[in-house]
């Protein structure tokens, strides 16, 4: 019996045994086995939790409904459902919650694709399945002529709205520790995922440390990265309406709540992470909240929104001023390196100007490049 881990995760019994897969499969019922040994390999998750995994889809009517009900799964899983094989949609989201549910999300893209190609060649073979959908058959097939979702747009890129990074970021490496620590615990059955508020006074660095650790954990989000400066927002509706758009919804309500139900929907299952950079209120954050816990938020803002740690369950960081050590690498980081050291007893006296602050630390390097009229970073 496995021990118990943190968040009711669930782990493989055996993670060092191959993913069953489903090749060889020569007729539906050894495809659903396989599917049936799959679950088990990834340690028997509740129907419940493969549903929340899940997620949703949408139909052709423009409604939304979970991806894996439970008692379609359960059905198709028992040899109760339809006759012939599932529908490939149902396939590959319980293909993914499974290795989601036991922490190998990042070979979900693989094990699909595994899946797709083993249901493609099925279902060449399935005459007259009620099951089987000449959509399914055209998106397995990787058609062009696939129809899209209702109210999707097919040529939109996955979102990857980060900005970029500064050049020269240095420190704070315990911090960017404990986001990718906080950013990888464990699915739990009803649990949101991971929310970490960082925050700190101007110019300490808030939105250049998020971004920074963003950019570093980018690959663990294959769905998709969504970034919002909220300074210049004054409610969520507009940020709804543009992340709805990334995500390829092409009309989105004017009602705020509709919108933000909307928004937790198409977010639901899918590995996500969202940046709210420089919010003013939890007013303004708590729309733009995901409610699936495969979804990972960080927030900044200046002043501590005490209400998004106690009833959202934030994690808090708050920065506080960089170490003289660590102030120096900026320094050096936005200067010349030559110059920083040729002139060391000159840097160390901005540091002690600049109190710790990178903003401050960057604005002095800056005279300091245009006083010496040296270049103006390392090559």
């Not at 019996?1 to 060092?16: F, K, L, S």
């Not at 929907?265 to 992470?273: E, F, I």
């Not at 003289?324 to 060391?344: C, G, K, P, Q, T």
């Amino acid at each position: 019996m496995r021990a118990p881990t943190p968040g009711n995760a669930v782990y493989p019994e055996d993670p060092d045994q191959e993913i069953p897969g489903p090749e060889g499969c020569s007729v539906a019922e050894q495809l659903l086995q396989r599917l049936v040994a799959l679950r088990r390999w990834s340690g028997q998750p509740s129907l419940r939790r493969l549903r929340i995994l899940g997620g949703s889809v949408e139909l052709a009517d423009g409604t939304w409904v979970d991806a894996l009900p439970e008692t379609t799964v359960s059905a198709v899983l028992r040899g109760h459902g339809p006759r012939g094989l599932p529908r490939l949609a149902l396939v590959e989201a319980f293909v993914r919650a499974c290795l989601m549910s036991c922490g190998q999300q990042r070979h979900a893209a693989e094990q699909v694709r595994r899946w797709r190609r083993a249901w493609r060649a099925l279902a060449a073979g399935e005459k007259g399945a009620p099951a089987l959908a000449e959509r399914d058959l055209a998106l397995a097939a990787g058609e062009e002529g696939a129809p899209a979702p209702a109210g999707r747009d097919p040529a939109l890129p996955v979102p990857r709205q980060l900005p970029r990074p500064i050049r020269g970021f240095a420190g704070r490496e315990p911090q960017l520790a404990q986001l990718e620590e906080w950013s990888r615990r464990p699915y739990g059955d009803l649990a949101a995922g991971p929310l970490v508020l960082v925050t700190g006074p101007p110019g300490i660095g808030k939105s250049a440390l998020v971004v920074q650790w963003a950019h570093r954990s980018a690959a663990r989000f294959p769905d998709g990265h969504l970034y919002a400066d909220l300074s210049g927002d004054a409610g969520a509706h507009p940020v709804i309406v543009r992340f709805l758009r990334a995500l390829g919804v092409r009309v989105a309500p004017d009602d705020e709540e509709e919108a933000s139900c909307l928004y937790r929907s198409v977010l639901a299952g899918k590995l996500m992470l969202v940046v709210l950079d420089n919010a003013r209120s939890v007013r303004q954050v708590r729309p733009l909240l995901p409610g699936s816990p495969t979804c990972t938020v960080v927030v900044s803002a200046r002043t501590y929104l005490s209400d998004l740690v106690i009833r959202e369950g934030a994690l808090p960081m708050e920065l506080s001023a960089l170490s003289d050590h660590d102030a120096f690498r900026v320094l050096s980081a936005a200067l010349n390196v030559e110059l920083a050291h040729r002139d060391r007893e000159e840097c160390r006296r901005y540091v002690v100007e600049a109190g710790g602050s990178p903003l401050a630390l960057r604005i002095l390097a800056e005279s300091l490049i245009r006083e010496r009229n040296v270049p103006r970073l390392n090559a």
